[in-house]
């Protein structure tokens, strides 16, 4: 048992991470000495207390390289407006992102309005969203993404830019016929 061996031979380990790249969720396990070697009734050994958690990266202060569709590191799409699920200006994902936003679009009139049209109104600003123009760098949803191109109205895509697991649900050489320049 891990946490036995740490207690009998008095190890003490403050953090240890280990990335687990399937769910893009990190596993935290953190061990603690919180007692007095001297009288905590372990002959001498300290106390130790452990604790596991499963925490979104995205909370934490290490850093995770997300990838693009051609598997190299993914490039900012967008810090003016500020786009992303998590608005770092990147189309990152993870499990919290249901709409899965990784597709590095550059706006087009015709685009924006077969959106609206259809529900999800991107050019009129709110006081949480700018509103977006032709032109304009942002994060679609894959599958509204796909819906345009269904209905030859697919923004152009900045590949760089647009996250891998958009290879889920679009095929790569789909969005490289949309490829902005």
């Known amino acids: 048992d891990f946490f036995n061996n740490v207690q009998n031979n008095k190890y003490l380990i403050d953090k240890t991470i280990l990335n687990d790249t399937s769910d893009n969720n990190i596993l935290k396990i953190s061990i603690s000495n919180n007692s007095n070697e001297h009288n905590n009734g372990l002959n001498g050994a300290s106390k130790i207390n452990g604790k596991m958690e499963k925490i979104n990266k995205h909370n934490s202060n290490e850093q995770f390289v997300q990838r693009n569709v051609y598997d190299t590191e993914l490039q900012s799409c967008s810090l003016d407006p500020l786009t992303g699920f998590y608005r770092t200006g990147k189309c990152e994902t993870d499990n919290f992102d249901n709409g ?82």
């Open 100 to 181: 899965v936003h990784t597709v590095c679009s550059v706006m087009s009139d015709e685009f924006l309005e077969f959106s609206k049209a259809n529900g999800n109104d991107l050019s009129s600003s709110t006081p949480f969203f700018p509103g977006l123009k032709s032109g304009d760098h942002w994060c679609l949803c894959a599958v509204r993404w796909k819906e345009a191109a269904i209905n030859n109205v697919a923004p152009k895509v900045h590949l760089q830019a647009t996250h891998k697991k958009t290879l889920h649900y679009i095929d790569l050489n789909e969005l490289e016929k949309h490829k902005a320049l």
